[in-house]
């Protein structure tokens, strides 16, 4: 087996970059072309593990896919059952919104994941489906799934915890029109990561159907009726520029194209974040620039944004003061324990780092180039990756090749910037 590792040394970043496109909107307009009637043509998509993990399961199911470099073509409006289990690889999002995509074939159909996925809960969706008439069978609630459909799902009234994922709300509205009766969600807790349920009711709303949200977003309603099929654009994903905008604020000047500042998507929040330490931003158009300063402590409730945990806690170790972040607790059940992980990574490169559950305090000051392991995961690598820019001394990360699950021109991008980066392929 081939590892390949990122050998960084401290540079000095300047140049323009497209943002990728949004690696959430992706997954979502693949499963409603899936699900409409018709030809549906996606502008724009992201190309990368996941969303490729979502494509083949909406393949295996029926519909008819056809893939360019610029246009994915989703061809849906039935859903049997593959012969075969649907490997839904490392994503989260695809085995989670797949999993009600499936309890509308006829027949069983089983999900399996690669081995981070085996501690990803998934019960509170299965006890959804099965309270509407959904026959499914795991192992205490987490992958692999086996879901038997009868070709429809019964709707009605069901109830979700909010605080352990926002996937669950939106894999039950997603087929919410294609249900029985109407469907209600009464969410028993306080709903975290609110702007991916809304950018799924959005995504709906490209397909002709519309989902409601109650004001203190605990009731989630959605009509029964019929997607039809569409021409969409995926927008820059504000996850991948976080890191191009943060490599501009630690080591010169970047400049991110393709973003929309208004979007719906929870890591605009990084504009703010890092305009609260002190970074130097301009927005222009559908750009962002972000230049180098002296960074400020901050303190920061990663609920709504949790993907953006990595890179600020990054750039924290080179900030001036004391920096709190909070709201951390589901980020133990990412592709990694994302906290220990950065956690590690950090206090390897000599910052001083202090976790507590769903909270860590990191005092800023000079880190120092070191080794480091991602433990696979991707948000980690990119983090590191970009912090090693302002680091004394080279770094080396190991198993780089894991960006590819998200964002796989991480490195090359980097490199276009002037970020003196080696790949290096270790047998």
């Not at 352990?164 to 209600?184: D, E, G, H, K, N």
Request: glycine content about 10%.
């Amino acid at each position: 087996m081939v590892d390949v590792k990122a050998q960084i040394s401290p540079s000095q970043v300047e140049g323009r970059v497209e943002a990728p496109s949004s690696k959430s909107m992706t997954h979502r307009m693949v499963i409603l072309g899936a699900l409409a009637e018709g030809r549906t043509s996606i502008r724009r998509p992201l190309a990368c593990d996941d969303t490729l993990a979502t494509l083949n399961a909406v393949s295996m199911l029926g519909a008819k896919t056809k893939t360019g470099e610029d246009e994915w073509i989703v061809e849906g409006g039935s859903t049997t059952a593959p012969d075969e289990a649907i490997y839904c690889g490392e994503s989260g999002t695809t085995i989670r919104l797949m999993t009600t995509v499936c309890a509308l074939a006829d027949g069983c159909v089983t999900l399996t994941a690669a081995p981070s996925l085996s501690r990803r809960p998934m019960r509170p969706l299965l006890d959804a489906l099965s309270s509407m008439g959904v026959d499914i069978h795991s192992e205490a609630g987490y992958p692999p799934i086996t879901v038997c459909g009868k070709g429809e799902i019964g709707g009605g009234e069901t109830t979700l915890p909010g605080h352990v994922s926002s996937q669950f709300v939106s894999a039950l509205l997603l087929v919410a029109p294609m249900m029985r009766s109407p469907l209600t969600i009464r969410v028993t807790t306080p709903l975290q990561s609110w702007p991916y349920v809304k950018m799924t009711t959005d995504a709906m709303e490209s397909f002709g159907m519309k989902a409601s949200a109650s004001p203190g977003r605990d009731v989630f309603t959605a009509p029964t009726g019929r997607y039809r099929a569409s021409k969409v654009n995926v927008e820059g994903d504000w996850s991948s520029a976080s890191y191009l905008l943060a490599a501009g604020a630690v080591g010169g000047e970047v400049t991110v194209g393709n973003l929309d500042a208004g979007s719906s998507q929870a890591d605009t929040a990084m504009l703010d974040i890092l305009s609260r330490m002190g970074a130097e931003l301009t927005v222009k158009g559908d750009e962002v620039t972000c230049s180098r300063s002296q960074l400020k402590a901050v303190t920061v409730d990663f609920s709504d944004c949790p993907d953006l945990f990595p890179i600020v806690s990054a750039l924290c170790s080179v900030a001036e003061g004391t920096s709190m972040l909070t709201g951390l607790e589901r980020l133990r059940l990412k592709e990694s324990d994302r906290v220990a992980a950065m956690a590690e990574g950090l206090t390897r490169m000599g910052a001083e780092v202090a976790e507590d559950g769903g909270a860590v305090r990191i005092i800023g000051g000079t880190v120092m180039g070191a080794e480091l392991n991602p433990y696979d995961d991707h948000r980690i690598a990119m983090s590191l990756g970009v912090l090693a820019l302002a680091a004394e001394g080279d770094t080396t990360i190991f198993d780089a090749g894991c960006v590819t699950k998200s964002y796989p021109g991480f490195w090359g991008h980097l490199e276009g910037l002037g970020v003196n980066v080696r790949m290096i392929e270790d047998e």
